[in-house]
């Protein structure tokens, strides 16, 4: 998890500059990662069916090796500058814009622990197969292969602004459909497909935020911070609370919790966040 954190952001800066004057296409890149997730969720899924779950570590191996076979490649990487690293981001760093995007991205995050840590083990509870987990856990993912599709055209029609604000009041929706009508497999259909809202705008948008308003030289730093603030300490405190949440309270209520967590984000996005700064943050000579 160490180093496949830090390869992350990295490579979210590559695909950015690969794409040149096209940054807005790429969604169309990084579905194709979605795609790969749905391909193993349900591909595990119907394999579990039938084989011990044990065999899991085995199969990821060999994905883990394929990944580090394609990181052989090579890539086009963006100039570096002299300019003092330290001094031009931290400047970057003071915008309130940039403190409510750290904000709400990591309660965002926070949000999402009950379900990476426990949506497959309380779908199973309630009685669902595990292919049909697997199902629902491509359907979100299909979900958000569609949005990525569109979403150039999203971030020319409307304002990064507008797109957060209601793509997490769409997440605080998701989570409450999920705490409360689990059983019902329409709504958790549609609870599902607001994964496009609740991920795939979202990422997005950040990766998109970061490259607007860092400097050119610093866009390695902007993506790692969000990364590390939003999926590594909310990631991480979210799967930590949410286990100590179900275990005293049950799945149900975590979801509860999460969808209020991800209302406070919206309230911080809607108070706080501005995707209309006058110029993009500049380097400090």
Not at 69 to 81: G, M, T
Not at 86 to 107: C, D, G, M, Q, R
Not at 202 to 207: D, E, G, R, S, T
Request: charged fraction near 10%; hydrophobic fraction near 55%.
């Amino acid at each position: 998890s160490f180093f496949w954190n830090a390869v992350l952001p990295q490579f979210e800066v590559i695909t950015l500059y690969g794409l040149g004057e096209k940054r807005e296409r790429y969604g169309r890149v990084r579905l194709w990662g979605s795609l790969g997730f749905v391909g193993a969720v349900v591909l595990f899924g119907f394999l579990f069916d039938y084989i011990s779950i044990a065999y899991l570590p085995h199969c990821l191996t060999i994905i883990i090796a394929l990944i580090w076979l394609s990181s052989l490649c090579a890539f086009s990487q963006p100039p570096q500058s002299s300019v003092d690293i330290k001094k031009t981001f931290l400047s970057a760093l003071k915008s309130p814009s940039v403190i409510a995007f750290l904000l709400f991205n990591f309660l965002l995050q926070l949000s999402h622990g009950p379900y990476y840590t426990f949506y497959s083990i309380y779908m199973e509870d309630l009685g669902y197969e595990r292919s049909m987990i697997g199902v629902l856990w491509a359907v979100g993912v299909v979900a958000e292969v569609v949005l990525f599709v569109f979403m150039h055209r999203f971030l020319q029609r409307f304002s990064m602004r507008n797109i957060v604000l209601i793509s997490l009041l769409l997440t605080s929706v998701r989570w409450l459909l999920t705490g409360a009508f689990a059983d019902n497999w329409p709504v958790v259909i549609l609870a599902q497909c607001l994964h496009a809202a609740s991920f795939g705008a979202m990422h997005a948008v950040a990766i998109h935020f970061v490259h607007q308003y860092f400097p050119d030289d610093k866009q390695g730093q902007g993506q790692a911070v969000y990364s590390s603030v939003s999926f590594g300490a909310g990631g991480a405190l979210g799967a930590l609370l949410s286990g100590a949440v179900v275990d005293n309270f049950g799945s149900a209520v975590a979801f509860y919790l999460a969808s209020i967590i991800s209302a406070a984000g919206l309230m911080i996005a809607y108070l706080w966040f501005e995707s209309s700064l006058s110029k993009k943050i500049v380097s400090i000579s």
